[in-house]
């Protein structure tokens, strides 16, 4: 037959050689490992008071080359000096460092330097410009952070809400010198509401690496950009299998019951894994779904946050601080 019709044999090794390669695609898809060498490196580092203090000036002076929201420029709380504790906050997916504001100032009238860094590509005019941030960035932004903040107290800690509770994680892993960590509405995993598991290899790959064309969650595709989630998720699968031998003194974390961005089990179980692989007990709270606390449990303008602000500062600085409120 393929003598009789030789072009035949074209088409078979044609079809054959795109079936095989669907299977790689496939396989490339759900069982490559994410994990690279380049997102498991901690650059450890210090800096000194007048350091930290000139860097955050370039910083913010190269915010306003860039045309950032005045409001969303990386934001520092100094006493002037270096102080016995610092903390660095990492604000979420799309937002700012002026998320973070308020709970900033409660903590700075406790005597902490705060320091609020700007995450790469957020806080701008255009919305969607976040969607440009790589895992690579992330960590880059992470190490810097932390290395400005070892300027700014002797005892440097960090908090993250969302993808900056992925951020916060990642440091207090990697970086030694964060010795507390609180994590608010960790985005470690996205609720199987939003996007079944099974779906999750294909976010991950085929947005993360750029493969797919950008998108945009949300109606008229104003939300999150699926290429910056993706790449948070990576940061996430690059955590430690085994995350022991950590120089953490404490580990806190709330959530909200009435959230459904984020997977809620998986919200608890990486920040229990590392208290338990440190002798350390994790400090939790999942507040209540009649409260009606919305993902952003820190910024006032969240549903539910502003009616009950005092009680949950409170909370995330006791927690913070390793203690209950």
């Known amino acids: 037959m393929f003598i009789k019709y030789p072009f035949l044999k074209y088409v078979a090794a044609t079809l054959l050689g795109l079936f095989v390669l669907c299977i790689l695609i496939i396989l490339w898809i759900f069982f490559w490992p994410l994990t690279d060498k380049r997102l498991q490196t901690g650059a450890e580092a210090s800096a000194t008071y007048s350091q930290a203090i000139e860097k955050i000036a370039k910083i913010n002076k190269l915010e306003t080359e860039k045309k950032v929201e005045k409001t969303c420029e990386s934001q520092l709380l100094t006493h002037g000096q270096k102080t016995a504790k610092t903390v660095v906050m990492f604000h979420g997916v799309t937002a700012c460092p002026s998320q973070f504001r308020e709970l900033a100032e409660q903590f700075f009238a406790s005597g902490y330097n705060v ?116 790449n948070y998720l990576i940061v996430v699968e690059n955590l430690k299998k085994d995350p022991s031998n950590l120089h953490l003194k404490s580990i806190g974390t709330v959530v909200s019951a009435s959230d459904d961005v984020i997977d809620l089990d998986l919200a608890l179980t990486i920040p229990s894994k590392i208290a338990k692989s440190n002798n350390l007990t994790l400090l939790s709270r999942t507040l209540p779904k009649e409260w009606n606390v919305g993902h952003a449990i820190v910024a006032p303008d969240e549903k539910g946050v502003a009616e009950r602000k005092t009680e949950l500062f409170s909370l995330y600085q006791a927690f913070y601080e390793g203690r209950q409120p």
Do not use: C
């Open 115 to 230: 320091y609020i860094p700007r995450a790469p590509y957020h806080g701008t005019s255009n919305p969607k410009d976040h969607g440009q941030v790589t895992a690579q960035e992330l960590v880059a932004y992470a190490n810097e952070s932390i290395t400005t903040a070892t300027g700014l107290g002797e005892e440097v800690g960090a908090i993250g809400l969302s993808g900056g509770a992925v951020v916060a994680t990642w440091a207090a892993e990697y970086r030694p010198e964060v010795q507390r960590l609180l994590t608010l509405s960790p985005f470690y995993e996205t609720a199987a509401s939003q996007a079944p598991k099974w779906q999750l290899p294909m976010l991950k790959k085929l947005h993360g690496f750029h493969i797919l064309p950008e998108a945009f969650s949300g109606e008229n595709n104003t939300g999150f950009s699926l290429r910056a989630l993706a």
